[in-house]
């Protein structure tokens, strides 16, 4: 997920970007993004980064 925001923010990107991820209630996809959002919490606390909401809210 991190990544495909990453790409949009390409070298020589002037204009502001907005990353936006679909996810249905209940699908897998759903399951695999509150599994994600939480190592990424962890991973941020590991490296005494605080993470944002806006990350991985």
Do not use: C, T, Y
Not at 29 to 52: Q, R, T, W, Y
């Amino acid at each position: 997920m991190q990544q495909s925001a990453d790409r949009a923010h390409r070298i020589g990107q002037r204009n502001a970007v907005f990353v936006q991820h679909l996810v249905a209630d209940g699908s897998f996809d759903s399951f695999m993004a509150e599994k994600v959002a939480a190592k990424g919490v962890v991973i941020d606390a590991a490296l005494d980064n605080p993470a944002s909401e806006d990350e991985h809210g």
